[in-house]
């Protein structure tokens, strides 16, 4: 059974642009969250999707924004990007509706300079 | 305070010994705990998941809860050099918490032959 798929696995973008994550989950997972890892803040939560309405969000600001496709896989985007977005970006899948266990990509690094 | 404090570590220690990883947290609307192994440039991979006070084994693997102190841990019997990672707790509330999981700082864990 494959895992959680992300694309790309490493990004370069300059300050300013917006930038787009793709993260296919497990096959029969509907639920997928997303999740920002940096050395100073660790793993904090970004949003989380189910059946194409996000249903949960962490205290990130607007610039970060997700949906999610009736085929399940989901895409974020981060517009006008600033340094401090540089992180290592991960999806995971869950395969229920109510809180179960959570299976991780491999993760986007995106860099900003 | 942080919701969940997990003893940073780095802990060394020789193979074959075994490891005990401790996270304490203060809400009490955490139900649900894992326990997730990191490689560098890697995503979390799940190593042990549960909802309950007590103890949950798998192989080499012990996770165990205890709610009335807001203490869990994660053993590793005879550890061995490929279990040299980052280790992190991570805890979920369920209910309209959908998919967040609070994660701790993770400790970095080096077993030498």
């Known amino acids: 059974k494959a895992g959680v798929t992300q694309t790309p696995r490493y990004l370069i973008k300059t300050r300013g642009q917006q930038v787009t994550l793709s993260c296919s989950p497990i096959s029969g997972h509907r639920s997928v969250s997303w999740y920002q890892q940096t050395p100073g803040q660790g793993l904090q939560f970004l949003f989380e999707y189910f059946s194409e309405t996000q249903r949960n969000k962490g205290n990130f600001p607007g610039r970060f924004s997700g949906r999610q496709f009736s085929n399940s896989r989901s895409e974020m985007n981060v517009s006008t990007l600033e340094l401090g977005d540089s992180a290592l970006y991960l999806c995971?899948?869950?395969?229920?509706?109510?809180?179960?266990?959570?299976?991780f990509g491999q993760g986007t690094r995106l860099t900003v300079v | 305070q942080k919701e969940v404090e997990q003893d940073p570590g780095p802990l060394s220690v020789p193979e074959g010994a075994i490891v005990s990883l401790n996270c304490t947290y203060s809400n009490s609307a955490f139900q649900y705990f894992m326990w997730y192994r990191q490689y560098s440039r890697k995503g979390p991979e799940l190593l042990m998941y549960t909802y309950s006070s007590g103890n949950k084994e798998d192989g080499r693997f012990t996770a165990q809860v205890d709610k009335s102190s807001k203490y869990i841990s994660l053993f590793i019997r005879d550890s061995q050099p490929s279990d040299s990672a980052t280790y992190l707790c991570a805890m979920g509330a369920g209910g309209t918490s959908y998919g967040k999981l609070t994660f701790g700082q993770g400790t970095i864990l080096t077993v030498h032959p």
């Open positions: 995971a899948s869950s395969p229920k509706q109510g809180f179960t266990e959570a299976f």
